[in-house]
Nanobody, 123 residues
Framework: QVQLVESGGGLVQAGGSLRLSCAAS????????MGWFRQAPGKEREFVAA????????YYADSVKGRFTISRDDVKNTVYLQMNSLKPEDTAVYYC????????????????WGQGTQVTVSS
C-alpha cells in the first residue's frame, strides 16, 4: 500500500516557476515508478511526466518537455515536479501516482493516486 500527498501548488504568473512535491508513505516506495498527471476544468486527465523506480529513466509529455523536470528522492520517499516557464495552459489540478517499475504515460498502469494540488497560472 502506498499513500500519496501532493503539495506545492498555487497561483503564479506566466513565466514563473513552481515545484510540486508528492510525499509517499510505505516502505516500498522505491519499488514504484512514479508519474504526474493533470486535469484542467472540462478536460480529461492527461499525462505530464514519469520516472522509473530507479530514477534512471524519465518521460515527458511533449507539451512540458524542456520546461518540467521530474525527480525522486527515495530517502525522503518524495517525488518532485519542477515546473519552469509556466503558461496559462498549464493551469490544472496536478496528481501524482505510483505504479509499476517501468516508466509509462498510461494512467491505467498506476494503482495509487494522490488527492491533487491546484496550479493556476495567470496571464
Amino acid at each position: 500500500q502506498v499513500q500519496l500527498v501532493e503539495s506545492g501548488g498555487g497561483l503564479v504568473q506566466a513565466g514563473g516557476s513552481l515545484r510540486l512535491s508528492c510525499a509517499a508513505s510505505g516502505r516500498t516506495f522505491s519499488r514504484y515508478g512514479m508519474g504526474w498527471f493533470r486535469q484542467a476544468p472540462g478536460k480529461e486527465r492527461e499525462f505530464v511526466a514519469a520516472i522509473s523506480w530507479s530514477g534512471g529513466r524519465t518521460y515527458y509529455a511533449d507539451s512540458v518537455k524542456g520546461r518540467f523536470t521530474i525527480s525522486r528522492d527515495d530517502v525522503k520517499n518524495t517525488v518532485y515536479l519542477q515546473m519552469n516557464s509556466l503558461k496559462p495552459e498549464d493551469t490544472a489540478v496536478y496528481y501524482c501516482a505510483a505504479g509499476g517499475v517501468v516508466v509509462t504515460p498510461d494512467a491505467g498502469e498506476y494503482g495509487y493516486w494522490g488527492q491533487g494540488t491546484q496550479v493556476t497560472v495567470s496571464s
